[in-house]
Every structure is written in C-alpha cells, then in structure tokens.
C-alpha cells in the first residue's frame, strides 16, 4: 500500500507559478512511475503530466506543454510538478497518483493522494 500526500498548492495570480509536491509513503517509491491529474468543479479528472520509475520518459498534456514540468527525486521519495504561467481555467485540485506503468490513462494508476487545490484569479 503506498499512500501519497501531496503539498504547495495555494492561491496564485494568473501568470504565477506554484511547484506542487508529492511524498509517498515507504521505501518502494523508485518502483512507481508517478503522474499528476486535476479535476475541477463539474469535470472529468484529466491528465496534467507523468514520469517514468527512473526520470527517463514524461509525458504532458498539450494544454501545459512548455509551462509545467514534472520531475522526481528518487533519493528524496519526492515528485514535484513546477507550473508557470498559470492560467485562471486551471483552477483545480491536483492529484499526484503512483502506478506501474507511465502512462496518461487516469485508470492505470494505482494510488492516489488526496489532493490540492490550486486557485488561480484573474
């Protein structure tokens, strides 16, 4: 079982940036490929970013291409997604998920945290 906690959300002027974090619990967190998500009010989960176990492969979502950047610390049990220029439509909680796999698909991820609301105003 890993249970993962995420941090760094908060309130941000369109434009701002934030850096989201994400510390599973136990020792086995180099085995995961890690992801984030958003949802927000009245939508879908949707897929923001993903790293492989070792940093080797990430994957983005057009929307976020060029502004946000996922990366993980494996010595540190961390992942960390750094999001520039940020936009006011991209109000929502963050979800850090863990999976086998590195993928976009929000099924294939095993564990989940319970989020972080990020806010942004215009």
């Known amino acids: 079982q890993v249970q993962l906690v995420e941090s760094g959300g908060g309130l941000v002027q369109a434009g701002g940036s934030l850096r989201l974090s994400c510390a599973p619990s136990?020792?086995?967190?180099?085995?995961?490929?890690m992801g984030w998500f958003r949802q927000a009010p009245g939508k879908e989960r949707e897929f923001v970013a993903a790293i492989s176990r070792k940093a080797t492969t990430t994957y983005y979502a057009d929307s976020v291409k060029g502004r946000f950047t996922i990366s993980r610390d494996n010595t540190k049990n961390t992942v960390y997604l750094q999001m520039n220029s940020l936009k006011p439509e991209e109000t929502a909680i963050y979800y850090c998920?863990?999976?086998?796999?590195?993928?976009?698909?929000?099924?294939?991820?095993?564990?989940w945290g319970q989020g972080t609301q990020v806010t942004v105003s215009s």
């Open positions: 136990g020792s086995t967190f180099s085995t995961y490929a």
């Open positions: 998920a863990a999976g086998v796999v590195v993928t976009t698909a929000v099924r294939a991820y095993e564990y």
